[in-house]
């Protein structure tokens, strides 16, 4: 299907810019993707000259954000950036930008207002101090109820009512249960907006504090139809894998067998992708859990005002990428221009509970070429064009993942010999989060 010509991701120009104003920053977090095993981040800030070149795209933006995996706070144009921008910039778009807090005094967070920040997302994670400083470390409790504070006042001597002040948490098993209290601390501190987002693990010892289910809700939604069938049947499913590789099977076992059969057929006819390794060892309870606090969590913002922003439980199956839709376009700050947030960097990840290489896709480079003549040009429209297709596989749901399709150092296309590695992509499958 064709998109329409005024579709974000067919007009002649980006209408959201990610710019990454920095790589540094100044905690050591084990959720950032800085800290990744095979990682190859290298830290600088950009120059004035490659902020300058991006200009052209400015009258035409919905939004800038100004924020990478580094501190935007750390950039010493960053105020100079944001004043350029606003004048350029048309009224209604705004600006913005994700931080830990920790360099925003009560004279910063006023500059920032008067230059024209439209929003501002601190990261919170955790309202009790022993828990927050375990996830942000280097970075204390204290520290952000005086950023909070500083916006606050800023606010209000700049008369910027219209300015946004929000907290980001990254929610994992450990502070899961905490979720509610954490929004309650900072709707008290004058948070207007919530962005809740699952851990994204880096390495396989954090792999385990992921809270999302590892499976699409379409496949656990089949897999719970069939479980009670087989119920119904007298069919012992759960002890599929048990008699699955023995040589001979007795009339029970080779029900049990025919049964999940016929239920790997049905969801072939849906063009699902089951992982039963996966789906048998699902924990329900914790699934209840999960919404339930959730659903707290939905209940203090409808109490307090806040504007909040969930991922879901578990992955879905009919999938949406912002980032492309959105017609964004991300910078990094030695000036490449990248597709996506899950694109943009050199790492490797256990998003789906297995060693993921990711490698950057580049378009082109500010040294090179015109900011518009990159977004204008034939593979990166394609590359858009392809991505909002969405034909590609579910690999957190594959039995056979991860395969070498994915798993390799250089992605060249997947098993639907496509070239947009995003069958191992979550960010469009609800999970991930960002200012945006």
């Excluded at 933006?61 to 950039?75: F, S, T």
């Excluded at 851990?199 to 992921?210: F, K, S």
């Excluded at 699902?282 to 991922?311: C, K, M, N, S, Y």
């Excluded at 990094?332 to 297995?354: D, K, M, T, V």
Aim: net charge negative; aromatic share 10%; with cysteine.
């Amino acid at each position: 299907m064709t998109t329409p010509a005024d579709h974000p991701t067919r007009r002649p120009y980006p209408s959201k810019l990610f710019v990454e104003t920095t790589s540094r920053c100044n905690l050591g977090c084990f959720m950032c993707v800085k800290q990744t095993g095979g990682g190859c981040i290298a830290e600088g800030d950009l120059s004035e000259a490659h902020f300058a070149l991006l200009e052209p795209a400015f009258p035409t933006l919905e939004a800038l954000i100004l924020n990478g995996v580094g501190e935007p706070l750390l950039h010493p144009q960053l105020l100079e950036f944001i004043r350029r921008a606003r004048k350029a910039m048309p009224k209604e778009a705004w600006i913005g930008f994700q931080s830990n807090g920790l360099l925003l005094t009560e004279e910063r967070a006023l500059a920032l207002a008067e230059a024209g920040l439209d929003r501002i997302c601190l990261s919170v994670d955790a309202s009790t101090p022993e828990i927050f400083a375990r996830m942000r470390q280097g970075g204390e409790l204290p520290a952000i109820d005086n950023a909070f504070s500083a916006m606050r006042a800023a606010k209000q001597k700049s008369g910027r009512n219209d300015l946004q002040i929000g907290a980001e948490v990254v929610v994992m098993r450990e502070n899961l249960s905490g979720l509610p209290a954490t929004l309650e601390w900072a709707a008290q501190r004058g948070a207007t907006f919530a962005l809740v987002s699952h851990l994204l693990p880096y390495d396989q010892a954090h792999a385990g504090q992921a809270a999302y289910i590892p499976c699409t809700d379409a496949a656990i939604a089949h897999f719970q139809h069939w479980r009670e069938l087989a119920k119904e049947e007298g069919v012992a499913m759960e002890r599929y894998f048990e008699i699955l590789f023995k040589f001979t099977k007795n009339p029970e076992e080779q029900q049990i067998i025919a049964f999940v059969e016929r239920m790997k057929d049905a969801a072939a006819e849906k063009k699902l992708f089951l992982d039963l390794s996966k789906l048998f060892s699902i924990d329900t309870g914790w699934i209840a859990h999960l919404e339930g606090v959730f659903e707290q969590a939905r209940r203090v913002a409808e109490r307090t005002g806040l504007d909040l922003r969930l991922p879901l439980v578990v992955p879905k199956e009919e999938r949406l990428c912002h980032f492309v839709e959105d017609g964004g376009a991300f910078v990094s700050w030695q000036g490449e221009i990248h597709p996506c947030y899950f694109l943009w960097h050199r790492y490797n990840c256990y998003a789906s509970g297995w060693q993921q290489p990711v490698r950057p896709r580049v378009f082109g480079h500010l040294d090179r070429d015109d900011i518009l003549a990159i977004w204008n040009d034939d593979a990166f429209n394609t590359f858009r064009q392809n991505v909002i297709g969405y034909d590609y596989p579910f690999c957190i749901s594959c039995r056979l993942a991860p395969c070498d399709y994915v798993q390799t150092e250089e992605f060249e296309q997947d098993c639907h010999v496509k070239g947009e590695p995003c069958g191992s992509c979550l960010w469009c499958m609800g999970l991930f989060q960002c200012l945006r």
